[in-house]
């Protein structure tokens, strides 16, 4: 039977952790503060914006809502951004996404200042990554690194597949795996044999965004899986890309949905806020 990678608890390990940083920078008279700006009203971006505001509450953070409307203009948007970034009391900034069609989602991510990029999306940060330079890394995917590491998982030398190359997912898993000394394939929508391929691995990590569909017969017996998909069902359950019933019999250790990768995003960025504080105050 596979170990199941508890992300809840590991996530509230991390939290209380920066609690502790967070409280010893008061201490010394710093109160760190995220701004996050939505544009329209879609009710799952509003869910993440409100679990993203009561995180920083929880934490001691101070958090500012910047609310504007679903046709607000780019230029717009990018002054809201300039002013945020001008500002010396905001130390994090983050655009909830996805945005509205008429804006460049690129043009806007880019505007952002990228010590203040909590989110790790800037061109800067993203370079830096793949450089082994310091900077914000994309929540998610540093969220796994932590998971690995802190159910005492070896990944050095390790065949790691990442089903996945988003900008977000896939690409800068696949990157920080790297780091860490696996040696990593990234499969992909045009991969051949994908299933055989996977086989093949001893870390597998899928990004696929398709409901369930990584089975048994993708899984090398004693693999560690980390399933960083969330899909709700018809019945109004969440399940993952993979088929956990069917999986985790084969798996060593295994991620559930809801309860593994979900609540480690939003405390690895957390995790980027404090480092934007300490690198705003020099800490
Ligand atoms: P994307 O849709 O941007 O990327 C999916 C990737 O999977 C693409 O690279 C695509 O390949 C590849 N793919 C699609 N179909 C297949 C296939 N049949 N075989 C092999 N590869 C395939 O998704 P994201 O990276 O944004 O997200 C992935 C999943 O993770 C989603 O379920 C999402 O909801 C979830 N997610 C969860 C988060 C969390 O906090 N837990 C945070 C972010 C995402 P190609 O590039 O060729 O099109």
Redesign the pocket.
């Known amino acids: 039977m596979a170990k199941i990678i508890d992300g809840k608890a590991i996530a509230e390990e991390i939290k209380h952790e920066l609690k502790q940083e967070i409280d010893a920078m008061k201490e010394r008279g710093i109160e760190g503060s995220l701004a996050v700006i939505q544009v329209g009203t879609d009710p799952a971006s509003s869910v993440y914006v409100s679990n993203k505001k009561k995180a920083c509450e929880a934490l001691g953070i101070r958090s500012e809502s910047c609310e504007l409307p679903e046709d607000v203009t780019e230029e717009a948007l990018l002054r809201q951004i300039e002013i945020y970034n001008g500002n010396p009391r905001i130390d994090g900034i983050l655009v909830q996404l996805p945005l509205p069609p008429h804006i460049n989602e690129k043009r806007v991510l880019d505007a952002i200042d990228p010590t203040k990029d909590v989110d790790g999306f800037h061109p800067l940060n993203v370079g830096a990554l793949l450089i082994g330079e310091k900077g914000m890394v994309s929540c998610?995917p540093a969220?796994v690194i932590q998971l690995l590491k802190r159910s005492g998982i070896e990944i050095a030398g390790k065949h790691c597949v990442v089903?996945?190359?988003?900008n977000?997912?896939?690409k800068p898993m696949a990157v920080l795996m790297l780091r860490e000394n696996a040696t990593v394939t990234i499969?992909?929508?045009?991969?051949k044999n994908?299933e055989s391929l996977c086989r093949t691995a001893d870390i597998l990590i899928v990004?696929?965004?398709?409901p369930k569909?990584i089975k048994a017969s993708y899984i090398k017996e004693g693999a560690v899986v980390i399933d960083?998909?969330?899909?709700r069902m018809e019945n109004k359950k969440l399940c993952g890309?993979v088929d956990f019933e069917g999986v985790e019999p084969l798996a060593s250790a295994i991620t559930p949905v809801p309860g593994g990768?979900?609540p480690?995003?939003i405390a690895m960025l957390m995790h980027n806020v404090v480092l934007a504080i300490k690198e705003h105050y020099g800490l």
């Open positions: 998610t969220g089903i996945g190359r988003s977000i997912v896939g499969a992909h929508s045009k991969t994908l990004a696929v965004g398709k569909m960083v998909g969330i899909h890309d990768v979900g480690m995003t």
